[in-house]
């Protein structure tokens, strides 16, 4: 069964902008505490994008400051990542991650997207 399905990725030019969609199922969304996006290039190793918890704080990674910006929709379901003045560096297969609690036992769960690649021409 798929859990989340992340959509939006591409081949952008430099300078142009891309929007990242990750849906998940009503009952997991309701849950959720944490909710993020990250990145990893070829050679590299998987790195935070940026994170909005369930009261909407949320957090940079410092090369994408002012460039990206994580929201979610309650009534989709799903959480964006709208990619403006994109660089060549943003180069890399973006993942969707969601940290829940688990609804009628406790502790927490991580469920992570397929991911969508995200490539960015000079």
């Known amino acids: 069964q798929v859990q989340l399905v992340e959509s939006g990725g591409g081949l952008v030019q430099a300078g142009e902008f891309l929007r990242l969609s990750c849906t998940t199922s009503?009952?997991?969304?309701?849950?959720?505490?944490?909710m993020g996006w990250y990145r990893q290039a070829p050679g590299k190793q998987r790195e935070l994008v940026a994170t909005?918890?369930?009261?909407?704080?949320?957090v940079y990674a410092d090369p994408v400051k002012g460039r990206f910006t994580i929201s979610s929709d309650n009534a989709k379901n799903t959480v964006y990542l709208q990619m403006n003045s994109l660089k060549p560096e943003d180069t890399a297969v973006y993942y969707c991650?969601?940290?829940?609690?688990?609804?009628?036992?406790?502790?927490?769960?991580?469920?992570w997207g397929q991911g969508t690649l995200v490539t960015v021409s000079s």
């Open positions: 991650k969601v940290n829940y609690k688990r609804p009628l036992l406790s502790g927490n769960l991580e469920v």
């Open positions: 009503g009952t997991i969304f309701r849950r959720i505490n944490t």
């Open positions: 909005i918890t369930s009261d909407g704080s949320t």
